[in-house]
């Protein structure tokens, strides 16, 4: 098994996220009671979040990963279900999809709105058989993990050969002023918005929460590498805005490990 020390160092879990748990043995339990209090907001405040064009996003990447009628994927950390949609509709009722995550309340609500098989567990272990998935996707998570050594493990067992990883996920821009701007829109002016549309001072906790874990993410070098380091080839990083970022990577045809 993987673990904090497996990792390239700077895809290990900063001080600025460690510090939201009292302990690492803790974290699975932390970001399982903060899901399932947001679970109700977390739709309107994703959507306030993209400015409306999260769904258009998600879609375009997984169509330009490949994900299509027939295919088998597994969402893990599926949440809501808002990366599942868009794979549902690319599916076009054609295939097998399956959720994962580790907040009931969340797969609650996308029980009602996907109707698919879905699992209560971490993406560090799955429940699932080796080698049954075409794509293992995931949808703006990874930064929650307590073990991303171990979650692409476990996405790599998953995959048959040639199959792909998809990774949506969200890092500080690397140009000073586009950071100073996201800081203050997405740390400042996001989090009290929020707040005020979902009637719920407590949604803006939620958005600190985003942006922390954001701000002190790892670059996408970073995340590249431990990739590679976890068995996947060919792994790419696409950027929109200097913050958006799209991974994909693909399981070897031989697995020689």
Not at 9 to 37: C, K, Q, V, W
Not at 114 to 129: D, G, R, Y
Not at 144 to 149: A, P, R
Not at 155 to 180: D, M, N, Q, T, Y
Request: proline share 5%; hydrophobic share 45%.
């Amino acid at each position: 098994m993987s673990n904090r020390q497996d990792l390239p160092e700077a895809m290990a879990p900063p001080d600025e996220i460690t510090s939201y748990y009292a302990a690492p043995s803790r974290r699975h339990g932390a970001a399982r009671s903060l899901f399932n209090r947001f679970a109700r907001h977390y739709d309107l405040i994703n959507h306030i979040f993209s400015l409306g064009s999260g769904a258009w996003y998600r879609r375009t990447c997984l169509r330009q990963a490949g994900v299509g009628p027939g295919a088998v994927v597994v969402d893990m950390a599926v949440g809501t279900g808002l990366l599942a949609r868009q794979a549902q509709l690319l599916m076009q009722g054609r295939g097998t999809l399956v959720g994962v995550d580790l907040s009931e309340a969340m797969l609650d609500r996308a029980q009602k709105i996907l109707c698919i098989p879905l699992l209560q567990a971490t993406a560090e272990a799955v429940p699932l058989a080796d080698g049954i998935a075409d794509f293992v996707t995931m949808g703006y998570a990874l930064r929650h993990l307590s073990d991303i050594g171990q979650a692409l493990n476990e996405s790599l067992r998953l995959l048959r050969p040639g199959g792909k990883l998809v990774l949506l996920e969200i890092s500080a821009p690397s140009h000073p002023v586009v950071k100073f701007v996201a800081a203050a829109f997405v740390g400042g002016v996001l989090p009290t918005v929020s707040a005020l549309a979902a009637r719920n001072r407590q949604a803006k906790a939620l958005m600190d929460y985003h942006w922390r874990t954001i701000a002190a993410y790892a670059p996408p070098e970073a995340v590249l590498n431990s990739m590679r380091h976890a068995g996947f080839q060919n792994a790419t990083c696409a950027s929109e805005l200097d913050f958006f970022r799209f991974y994909t990577g693909q399981k070897p045809l031989l697995d020689h490990r």
